[in-house]
Nanobody
Framework: QVQLVESGGGSVQAGDSLRLACAASGRTFRRHMLGWFRQAQGKDREFVAAITWSAWTMYAASVQGRFIAAVDNGMDTVFLQMNDLKPGHTALYFC????????????????WGQGTQVTVST
């Protein structure tokens, strides 16, 4: 089982940046790809980005070029750098772990963190 703890959310102004972190632990966490999802109020959870421990990445088209996923193997942590934030990026952001690589559907992820809130105001 994989345990995930997100951090780094907050309230920012449009145009600002935030870096989310997801600390992973557990016996098998390095066998998993870690993904980032977000869920805005009243909307479905949606895929944002994913990264393997070897730093292979994939992104949703809506964040390509604006959000960057990174990994720090020494810290057992993955990051999501979010640049030029807009009010539409306001959501609860989750880190999740999947035993399979290249998955964009939340049902393909087996472990989830508690989420970290990102609020972007004008």
């Amino acid at each position: 089982q994989v345990q995930l703890v997100e951090s780094g959310g907050g309230s920012v102004q449009a145009g600002d940046s935030l870096r989310l972190a997801c600390a992973a632990s557990g016996r098998t966490f390095r066998r998993h790809m870690l993904g980032w999802f977000r869920q805005a109020q009243g909307k479905d959870r949606e895929f944002v980005a994913a990264i393997t421990w070897s730093a292979w990445t994939m992104y949703a088209a809506s964040v390509q070029g604006r959000f960057i996923a990174a990994v720090d193997n020494g810290m057992d942590t993955v990051f999501l750098q979010m640049n030029d934030l807009k009010p539409g990026h306001t959501a609860l952001y989750f880190c999740a772990a999947s035993i399979s690589v290249g998955r964009r559907i939340s049902g393909d992820y087996q472990s989830w963190g508690q989420g970290t809130q990102v609020t972007v105001s004008t």
